[in-house]
């Protein structure tokens, strides 16, 4: 079996052999970068196909199976495409756009003798003929000619016979070899299936030919050219327009909204970030947050700047109830080494004002208040070349490797660093099917060290989102993702709901937490070494959003709980 398939940046030609079920032979050319209609010769030592190069110019190609020695047989700026052999296998029969209608897209059969090169005109008319199958010295084709596009044969004395006469269209003929019936691809019941017809006597089409061939040409250009310029204004567009209004118990009212603006080309791209935390009137002035960033895009060096005023009610497990004012702004560069791996940096210089809810303790000390003028660097590798489904990656790695410090400007000291390596890779076991797994490592240290939270439906399933706060990590999550459900429809007295491509899932997640001397309860039951397991699905709307639904059971790797722990949350996998 013959057929190309795309690899990197052009087409390949691939040989499978079906009895030894492997491919046998591979042929790339780096000036061709399309690849399509491939066809054996008679004897099975060269092929033939249509070629597109990078100039857009589609030709004809003879390839020497034994060599891989390529001939190029026509050259010229038509477009030239579905070639096959004579049964000799000394001319080749092939759809080209060069007849006297070409420009207004017509596409007819032409024969060229391989020796001599010569493109001799066989169908004529403005119409498309395509896909042409010799045999018996017959030529088959599909051609629209009348409206649906169909199956005919231009005979021996060059006359035409329609074949088929279907009104969803007929395409791609082939002769069996008893030469009884004929087999093609066609257009019923929403979807394309392969047909069979017997072979019986058809109708003769009269079809008027002109006196000689004839091949249209591109008009020529006036070489007068004239010197001029003009005036571009940058126009942007919306790419980001949302807002929202929320309330919490604890929290109170808080709304927002974020903008984000682009030229056309995405060279400049415009952040803005505008919100108000405020719980009473007063302080409706100094709970504003604002934020506006600048990216540009125009070079392979990305570089972009913002400045930001940020203030909120902040709690976590280690310091509990605060609120914090920052103000300042922000660098960013982004470097790509190739197609998949880009290095980046980005430095935050801030003044920072936490209010503690209680005392907490800092360096030994009782304190209330911490006030810091900050810098905090961080630089990352990454490299992404993953394949994704409707849920999430399935094929390819992701790699992050991050290191960062802060430093307090005003105390001339390292206030934090930190260091992150994340490791993704996905195996692919079928179409819709692979084997994930992931190692996470995590570690900052200082007088305000970063420390994360650490669960739920994106991280550690089976614990809270809240659990694990801590500034140690080294986790690892493995999944095996398959197809669950292709097609679910529920049926309501107001019609059908349907859920396409449900994904099954089954996990074991394990992973180890350290925090100096600072322990939380939940751990103490099952030691520093944690563990989950268990099975999810994800149920994708309309490929903008995912549902998860997560089953587990938690683990110190001594013992099982005897809850299942139930997860749901929105967002692709891992």
């Known amino acids: 079996m013959l057929f190309s398939s795309k ?120 119409w498309n003929d395509r896909s042409p199958e010799t045999y018996n ?50 257009y019923q019941d929403f979807g394309f299936h392969i047909y069979s017809a017997q072979l019986e006597d058809s109708l003769i089409i009269a079809e008027e030919k002109p006196a000689g061939q004839t091949f249209w040409k591109p008009e020529k250009l006036n070489q007068k050219s004239i010197k001029s310029s003009v005036k ?10 949302q807002s929202a209004i929320s309330y919490d118990p604890v929290y109170g009212t808080m709304g927002g909204i974020q903008v984000a603006l682009s030229d056309m080309l995405g060279d400049n791209v415009y952040y803005f970030l505008l919100a108000n935390t405020a719980q009473t009137k007063t302080d409706i002035f100094s709970s504003f947050n604002v934020a506006a960033t600048y990216l540009n895009k125009k070079h392979r060096l990305n570089w972009g700047v913002g400045l930001y005023h940020l203030y909120d009610e902040y709690y976590n497990n280690y310091d509990g109830y605060y609120y914090e004012r920052q103000a300042g702004g922000l660098a960013h560069l982004n470097y790509p080494l190739s197609k998949f791996t880009r290095l980046e940096t980005t430095s935050y210089l801030r003044y920072s004002n936490r209010d503690f809810g209680f005392p907490v303790i800092r360096n030994g000390r009782l304190i209330t208040k911490r006030r810091a003028a900050l810098l905090s660097s961080y630089l990352s590798f990454v490299s992404d070349n993953t394949l994704w489904d409707i849920s999430g ?8 490797f991050t290191v960062g410090l802060t430093e307090a400007l005003d105390e001339g000291r390292a206030y934090s660093k ?32 970063q420390r994360i939270y650490f669960g739920g439906s994106w991280s550690f399933r089976g614990y809270g989102r809240r659990d694990n706060y801590i500034k140690n990590v080294l986790f690892s999550s493995n999944e095996l993702r398959f197809p669950l459900i292709d097609n679910l429809y529920i049926g309501f007295p107001f019609g059908a709901i349907g859920f396409r491509a449900i994904r099954g899932a089954i996990f074991l997640d394990a992973g180890y937490f350290a925090d100096d001397d600072f322990r939380f309860p939940e751990r103490n039951i099952f030691g520093d070494l944690l563990g989950s397991f268990g099975t999810g699905f994800r149920v994708s709307l309309g490929r903008v959003i995912l549902l998860r639904f997560d089953f587990s059971r938690r683990t110190d790797f001594k013992r099982i709980s005897k809850t299942t722990n139930f997860d749901f949350f929105f967002g692709w996998n891992f």
Request: some cysteine; overall charge negative.
């Open 7 to 126: 690899s990197k940046e052009t087409d390949v030609l691939y040989i499978y052999n079906i009895n030894l079920d492997k491919i046998t032979a591979k042929y790339q050319f780096p000036d061709i970068v399309a690849i399509v209609s491939p066809q054996f010769s008679p004897d099975a030592q060269r092929a033939v196909f249509g070629g597109t190069k990078k100039s857009g110019i589609s030709d004809i190609y003879i390839i020497s199976l034994d060599n891989g020695k390529l001939t190029q047989i026509t050259d010229d700026f038509y477009y030239d495409i579905d070639p096959t052999f004579s049964p000799d296998g000394d001319t080749v029969i092939f759809v080209s756009d060069r007849c006297s209608d070409g420009q207004n897209g017509a596409l007819n059969l032409y024969k060229m003798s391989i020796a001599d090169q010569v493109p001799i005109q066989l169908t004529f008319g403005n």
């Open 137 to 186: 010295g017959n030529i088959y084709f599909s051609s629209d000619r009348n409206g649906a596009a169909n199956i005919y044969c231009l005979k021996n004395d060059n006359s035409i016979a329609q074949i088929t006469t279907l009104l969803t269209g007929a395409y791609d003929p082939k002769v069996t070899s008893d030469s009884n019936r004929i087999i093609f691809s066609g």
């Open 232 to 241: 571009y204004k940058t126009d942007y567009s919306f790419d980001i327009a």
């Open 393 to 400: 990656p399935i094929d390819g790695h992701r790699y992050n």
């Open 418 to 449: 930190l260091v992150m390596v994340d490791l993704r890779k996905y195996f692919r076991l079928g179409k819709f099917s692979a084997m994930a797994h992931r190692l996470f490592f995590y570690s900052s240290t200082g007088v305000e060290p």
